[in-house]
Protein backbone atom coordinates (compact mmCIF):
# COMPACT_ATOMS: atom_id res chain seq x y z
CA UNK A 1 0.00 0.00 0.00
CA UNK A 2 1.43 3.19 -0.92
CA UNK A 3 1.92 6.05 1.60
CA UNK A 4 -0.83 8.35 0.45
CA UNK A 5 -3.04 5.62 0.57
CA UNK A 6 -2.59 4.88 4.28
CA UNK A 7 -2.22 8.20 4.94
CA UNK A 8 -5.51 8.66 3.77
CA UNK A 9 -7.26 6.07 5.43
CA UNK A 10 -5.58 7.11 8.64
CA UNK A 11 -7.01 10.90 8.34
CA UNK A 12 -10.18 9.40 7.74
CA UNK A 13 -10.54 7.56 10.81
CA UNK A 14 -8.72 10.32 12.70
CA UNK A 15 -11.84 12.79 11.72
CA UNK A 16 -14.29 10.22 12.12
CA UNK A 17 -15.40 10.54 8.64
CA UNK A 18 -14.59 6.61 8.55
CA UNK A 19 -16.42 5.12 11.43
CA UNK A 20 -17.30 1.93 12.70
CA UNK A 21 -20.54 0.41 14.23
CA UNK A 22 -23.53 -0.55 12.65
CA UNK A 23 -24.45 1.33 9.43
CA UNK A 24 -27.60 0.60 7.05
CA UNK A 25 -26.43 1.42 3.41
CA UNK A 26 -28.60 2.56 0.57
CA UNK A 27 -28.65 -1.07 -0.69
CA UNK A 28 -30.19 -2.13 2.81
CA UNK A 29 -27.22 -3.72 4.08
CA UNK A 30 -25.81 -3.92 7.76
CA UNK A 31 -22.34 -2.73 7.24
CA UNK A 32 -19.89 -2.08 10.36
CA UNK A 33 -18.20 0.56 8.93
CA UNK A 34 -19.48 3.82 7.09
CA UNK A 35 -17.56 6.44 5.12
CA UNK A 36 -18.97 10.42 5.13
CA UNK A 37 -17.00 12.86 3.23
CA UNK A 38 -20.12 15.39 4.76
CA UNK A 39 -17.97 15.55 7.65
CA UNK A 40 -14.90 17.10 6.00
CA UNK A 41 -16.35 20.14 6.47
CA UNK A 42 -13.08 22.58 7.54
CA UNK A 43 -10.86 24.41 5.57
CA UNK A 44 -7.85 22.27 7.01
CA UNK A 45 -9.62 18.85 6.75
CA UNK A 46 -11.18 20.21 3.08
CA UNK A 47 -7.51 21.07 2.00
CA UNK A 48 -6.05 17.73 3.22
CA UNK A 49 -8.41 15.72 1.80
CA UNK A 50 -7.88 17.35 -1.76
CA UNK A 51 -4.20 16.48 -1.44
CA UNK A 52 -5.06 12.68 -1.54
CA UNK A 53 -7.19 13.61 -4.38
CA UNK A 54 -4.82 15.42 -6.42
CA UNK A 55 -1.98 12.86 -5.47
CA UNK A 56 -4.38 9.84 -6.38
CA UNK A 57 -5.04 10.61 -9.82
CA UNK A 58 -1.38 11.89 -10.35
CA UNK A 59 -0.27 8.51 -9.36
CA UNK A 60 -3.15 6.68 -11.82
CA UNK A 61 -1.21 9.08 -14.47
CA UNK A 62 -4.66 9.46 -16.40
CA UNK A 63 -4.81 12.41 -19.19
CA UNK A 64 -7.52 14.66 -18.97
CA UNK A 65 -8.13 18.60 -19.97
CA UNK A 66 -10.91 19.62 -17.15
CA UNK A 67 -11.76 18.28 -13.97
CA UNK A 68 -16.10 18.27 -13.48
CA UNK A 69 -17.64 17.82 -10.05
CA UNK A 70 -21.38 17.39 -9.70
CA UNK A 71 -23.62 19.39 -7.59
CA UNK A 72 -23.47 19.40 -4.85
CA UNK A 73 -20.58 17.73 -2.95
CA UNK A 74 -18.64 17.31 -6.32
CA UNK A 75 -18.17 21.33 -6.78
CA UNK A 76 -16.19 21.90 -4.00
CA UNK A 77 -14.04 18.56 -4.43
CA UNK A 78 -13.40 20.19 -7.84
CA UNK A 79 -12.45 23.20 -6.97
CA UNK A 80 -10.22 22.24 -3.88
CA UNK A 81 -8.58 19.61 -6.19
CA UNK A 82 -7.84 21.81 -8.60
CA UNK A 83 -6.10 24.21 -6.60
CA UNK A 84 -4.00 20.94 -5.33
CA UNK A 85 -3.00 19.80 -8.96
CA UNK A 86 -1.88 23.65 -9.03
CA UNK A 87 0.49 23.66 -6.53
CA UNK A 88 1.73 20.55 -7.60
CA UNK A 89 2.39 21.74 -11.17
CA UNK A 90 -0.48 20.68 -13.06
CA UNK A 91 -2.67 23.26 -13.85
CA UNK A 92 -6.01 22.55 -14.98
CA UNK A 93 -9.48 23.69 -15.71
CA UNK A 94 -12.56 23.17 -13.71
CA UNK A 95 -16.70 23.33 -13.86
CA UNK A 96 -19.01 21.88 -12.40
CA UNK A 97 -23.21 22.13 -12.66
CA UNK A 98 -26.28 23.26 -11.26
CA UNK A 99 -29.25 21.44 -9.98
CA UNK A 100 -31.23 24.10 -12.33
CA UNK A 101 -30.66 25.60 -15.31
CA UNK A 102 -30.07 29.17 -14.71
CA UNK A 103 -32.41 31.09 -16.68
CA UNK A 104 -30.52 34.77 -16.60
CA UNK A 105 -26.73 36.08 -16.74
CA UNK A 106 -24.99 33.55 -18.26
CA UNK A 107 -27.48 30.74 -18.42
CA UNK A 108 -27.42 27.73 -18.44
CA UNK A 109 -26.36 24.36 -16.08
CA UNK A 110 -22.35 24.97 -16.34
CA UNK A 111 -20.59 27.46 -14.37
CA UNK A 112 -16.75 27.12 -15.13
CA UNK A 113 -14.12 25.93 -17.46
CA UNK A 114 -15.59 24.59 -20.86
CA UNK A 115 -16.31 20.90 -20.83
CA UNK A 116 -13.84 20.00 -24.14
CA UNK A 117 -11.73 17.50 -24.96
CA UNK A 118 -10.97 14.61 -21.64
CA UNK A 119 -13.00 15.49 -18.53
CA UNK A 120 -12.62 13.36 -15.18
CA UNK A 121 -15.30 13.43 -12.86
CA UNK A 122 -14.66 13.57 -9.39
CA UNK A 123 -16.97 13.02 -6.18
CA UNK A 124 -17.05 10.95 -3.08
CA UNK A 125 -18.30 7.80 -3.56
CA UNK A 126 -20.05 5.71 -6.42
CA UNK A 127 -23.33 3.95 -4.77
CA UNK A 128 -25.88 3.30 -7.84
CA UNK A 129 -23.48 5.49 -10.43
CA UNK A 130 -26.18 7.68 -10.68
CA UNK A 131 -24.34 10.72 -10.15
CA UNK A 132 -21.39 9.23 -12.74
CA UNK A 133 -24.01 8.33 -15.74
CA UNK A 134 -25.85 12.00 -15.27
CA UNK A 135 -22.35 13.83 -15.36
CA UNK A 136 -21.26 11.43 -18.65
CA UNK A 137 -24.65 12.58 -20.42
CA UNK A 138 -23.74 16.33 -19.70
CA UNK A 139 -20.11 15.95 -20.81
CA UNK A 140 -20.86 14.52 -24.17
CA UNK A 141 -23.93 16.72 -24.75
CA UNK A 142 -21.11 19.44 -24.82
CA UNK A 143 -18.94 17.72 -27.05
CA UNK A 144 -16.58 16.08 -24.98
CA UNK A 145 -15.95 12.53 -23.28
CA UNK A 146 -15.38 11.24 -19.98
CA UNK A 147 -11.98 10.42 -19.46
CA UNK A 148 -12.29 8.72 -15.52
CA UNK A 149 -14.11 8.96 -12.40
CA UNK A 150 -11.74 9.90 -9.51
CA UNK A 151 -13.54 8.99 -5.73
CA UNK A 152 -12.39 8.77 -2.55
CA UNK A 153 -13.46 5.61 -1.16
CA UNK A 154 -13.91 2.06 -3.15
CA UNK A 155 -16.05 -0.19 -1.10
CA UNK A 156 -15.66 -3.42 -3.29
CA UNK A 157 -19.04 -4.80 -2.68
CA UNK A 158 -21.81 -5.95 -5.00
CA UNK A 159 -24.18 -3.98 -6.45
CA UNK A 160 -27.38 -4.87 -7.87
CA UNK A 161 -25.95 -7.99 -9.58
CA UNK A 162 -22.03 -9.91 -9.59
CA UNK A 163 -20.04 -6.59 -10.15
CA UNK A 164 -19.67 -3.61 -8.16
CA UNK A 165 -20.77 0.03 -8.73
CA UNK A 166 -17.36 1.12 -9.41
CA UNK A 167 -16.92 -1.97 -12.24
CA UNK A 168 -20.26 -1.41 -13.79
CA UNK A 169 -19.68 2.40 -14.29
CA UNK A 170 -16.18 1.01 -16.00
CA UNK A 171 -17.63 -1.21 -18.00
CA UNK A 172 -20.70 0.91 -19.36
CA UNK A 173 -18.64 3.59 -20.17
CA UNK A 174 -15.07 2.44 -20.65
CA UNK A 175 -13.33 4.46 -18.38
CA UNK A 176 -11.12 3.85 -15.02
CA UNK A 177 -12.49 4.75 -11.98
CA UNK A 178 -9.82 6.25 -9.40
CA UNK A 179 -10.22 5.48 -5.57
CA UNK A 180 -7.85 7.08 -3.32
CA UNK A 181 -8.25 4.29 -1.04
CA UNK A 182 -10.14 1.16 -1.39
CA UNK A 183 -11.63 -1.71 0.90
CA UNK A 184 -8.44 -3.16 0.59
CA UNK A 185 -6.44 -0.30 2.09
CA UNK A 186 -9.04 -0.29 4.99
CA UNK A 187 -8.45 -3.94 5.40
CA UNK A 188 -4.66 -3.46 5.94
CA UNK A 189 -4.74 -0.48 7.75
CA UNK A 190 -6.97 -2.65 10.56
CA UNK A 191 -4.75 -5.33 10.70
CA UNK A 192 -1.82 -2.88 11.87
CA UNK A 193 -3.79 -1.80 14.57
CA UNK A 194 -4.54 -4.48 17.69
CA UNK A 195 -7.01 -2.15 19.13
CA UNK A 196 -8.85 -2.57 16.21
CA UNK A 197 -8.99 -6.78 15.84
CA UNK A 198 -13.15 -6.63 16.34
CA UNK A 199 -13.55 -4.17 13.63
CA UNK A 200 -11.20 -6.16 11.23
CA UNK A 201 -12.83 -9.30 11.47
CA UNK A 202 -16.47 -7.38 11.06
CA UNK A 203 -15.19 -6.13 8.10
CA UNK A 204 -13.62 -9.61 6.83
CA UNK A 205 -17.22 -11.10 7.61
CA UNK A 206 -18.82 -8.22 5.05
CA UNK A 207 -16.50 -8.91 2.91
CA UNK A 208 -16.72 -12.40 2.43
CA UNK A 209 -20.71 -12.07 2.17
CA UNK A 210 -20.99 -8.64 0.06
CA UNK A 211 -17.32 -8.30 -1.39
CA UNK A 212 -16.11 -8.09 -4.90
CA UNK A 213 -12.51 -8.03 -5.93
CA UNK A 214 -11.03 -6.01 -8.54
CA UNK A 215 -10.06 -6.96 -11.64
Known amino acids: MSDFRQEFIEFAVAQNVLGFGEFITKAGRTSPYFFNAGLFNEGGTLSELARFYAQAVLAAGVKFDVLFGPAYKGIVLAAATAIKLAEAGRNVSFAYNRKEAK ?25 AGTSVRESVALIRAHGAEPAGVLIALDRMERGQGALSAVQEVEQQF ?4 IPIATLDDLLRFLAARP ?6 KKAEAYRAEYGVRRG
Open 174 to 177: GIPV
Open 103 to 127: DHGEGGVLVGAKLAGQVLIIDDVIS
Open 195 to 200: DMTDNL
